[in-house]
Structures are given as C-alpha cells and as structure tokens.
C-alpha cells in the first residue's frame, strides 16, 4: 500500500472541502437572508466535519494535510458568480451557481473512490467507509440546494 498515494487523494479531498468552507462563508457574509445564511452556515459545517476526519486520517499515514483551496479555475469563479447573484439578490442565480460548486466537489469524491481511480485499490475499507458516508453528507446537501433552487423557479414561473 503506497500511502504517498493516498494522502495525495486525501489532500484532494481536504481542498474540495476547503474551498466549500471558503465559498459558504462569503456567500454567508454577502447575503441578509435568514435562511440562506442558515442553508450556507449548514452546508460550511458539512466541510468543516468533513475535512476534520480527512486531515486526521492524512495524519494517521504520517502525511501533511494541504490547508490551501483552489483559488483558481472553475471554482474560485463558481464563488465570485454565488457573489455577483447575491449582489443582485437573485436567489435562483445564487443557488445555481452554489450547485454547481457542490456537482464539483461531488466529482472530487466520485474521482477517488471510482474503481477506475489508480488510488483505488490502495484505499482501506475503512478510508472507503468514511468517504462514502462523506460524499453521502455532500450529496444530501447537494439535494438540498437543488430542491431550494427548484422550488424558487417553480414560484418564479407561476408569479409571471
């Protein structure tokens, strides 16, 4: 078992989870609405539970838990769009764009625990146990947001 590859995939893990810290606590500060702040402090604490098993198993396997975020690329824009639609107070734009940052965290996951993953096979059963039980967590906020934004455009469309 090569653990240099595993904690190179944990570490992939504890950014994707720091990135959704980061993003749900701007979004949090952007916005005056009572239950999206409640929606998007839920949805921070999803990571920060997260990222707190994933950093203590990095260091089980004597490795160095990464403390960045993906500043860059797709997500760091998905964050600056959820920034923009709160500006504008668009609540289905919000949410859109929230989803969309919670479909790439939830092919971070899918990326590490597919059986085509090269990490795979070098994961342990319990590694696989608490990721699947996190992607869990994720999807089921993944869910949330999407119901949210579809119940919004439901009304959106009927008040028009």
Not at 70 to 84: E, L
Not at 113 to 133: G, P, V
């Amino acid at each position: 078992m090569e653990n240099e590859k595993i904690i190179e995939a944990l570490n992939s893990l504890i950014v994707i989870n720091n990135d959704r810290i980061e993003g749900y606590k701007t979004a949090n500060e952007e916005t005056n609405e009572t239950d999206l702040k409640m929606l998007f402090s839920d949805l921070m604490q999803t990571s920060v539970e997260c990222r707190k098993e994933l950093v203590a198993e990095v260091k089980k396997l004597d490795g160095t838990p990464d403390e960045g975020t993906r500043t860059t690329g797709k997500f760091f824009r998905v964050w600056m769009d959820v920034k923009a639609a709160l500006t504008g107070n668009d609540r289905k734009s919000i949410l859109d764009s929230c989803e969309y940052g919670e479909d790439a965290a939830l092919k971070t996951y899918k990326n590490v625990l597919s059986d085509n993953h090269e990490d795979h096979e070098d994961i342990n059963w319990k590694q696989q146990e608490m990721l699947n039980k996190q992607y869990a967590l994720l999807k089921a906020d993944h869910d949330k947001v999407k119901q949210l934004r579809d119940t919004i455009a439901n009304e959106k469309q009927h008040t028009e």
